[in-house]
């Protein structure tokens, strides 16, 4: 039995909540990335002595050539991996509270930080409390920093003069 086994916290007989679903789902397709990246090094192991040059040979040739580079590369893929992530739980959390939010717009900015404008179908301060318990729960957390996400509330009359990027939710 190995160490994960050991940390099964469901019974056996328990049915699957939506969020295991999910999470099942998340486990495959790391699997199947793993498969991909096994596959990837194992044919640039058949190659290498060739002197065939796999696309993972030249990120490897690339990575010992300009390492510092490489690394920046790297931490900006992963900055904009979490951002969207972070993207898609904003839009679900919006989506989750239709009830009080109309039109939400994904926002350019000079800084790259996830600003959201938000139309609220009526715009009070009990509507607003909901809103913001999102950026309240993240603020708690260490990503707050390093990716800040900004809430700006619109009214209709003036969500036409907005440098909109995308629009994530419209319950209009």
């Keep these: 039995?190995?160490?994960?086994?050991?940390?099964?916290?469901?019974?056996?007989n328990t049915p699957a909540s939506h969020g295991d679903k999910i999470i099942e789902l998340m486990l495959q397709a790391l699997e199947v990335r793993v498969n991909?990246?096994?596959?990837?090094?194992?044919?640039?192991q058949e190659m290498l002595p060739t002197g065939a040059h796999t696309d993972l040979?030249?990120?490897?040739?690339?990575?010992?050539?300009?390492?510092?580079?490489?690394?920046?590369n790297m931490r900006n893929d992963i900055d904009l991996t979490v951002t969207s992530i972070?993207?898609?739980?904003?839009t679900q959390?919006?989506?989750d509270h239709k009830d009080v939010v109309d039109?939400?717009?994904?926002?350019?900015?000079?800084h790259d930080d996830l600003l959201f404008c938000i139309v609220l179908k009526?715009?009070?301060?009990?509507?607003?409390?909901?809103?913001?318990?999102?950026?309240?729960d993240y603020k708690c957390t260490n990503l707050s920093e390093t990716f800040p996400i900004y809430f700006q509330f619109v009214s209709k009359e003036i969500?036409?003069?907005?440098?909109?990027?995308?629009?994530?939710?419209?319950?209009s």
Excluded: G, W
Excluded at 36 to 44: M, N, Q
């Design 1 to 12: 039995m190995s160490k994960l086994d050991n940390n099964i916290t469901n019974p056996p």
């Design 36 to 44: 991909e990246i096994k596959h990837d090094i194992s044919v640039s």
């Design 57 to 72: 040979i030249i990120n490897l040739k690339k990575v010992i050539n300009d390492p510092l580079s490489q690394l920046t």
């Design 86 to 90: 972070l993207s898609r739980i904003a």
């Design 93 to 95: 959390f919006f989506s």
């Design 103 to 110: 039109i939400v717009y994904k926002t350019e900015n000079h």
């Design 122 to 136: 009526e715009d009070n301060t009990a509507n607003r409390r909901k809103v913001f318990s999102f950026l309240r």
């Design 159 to 171: 969500e036409n003069k907005l440098l909109k990027k995308e629009v994530i939710l419209n319950n």
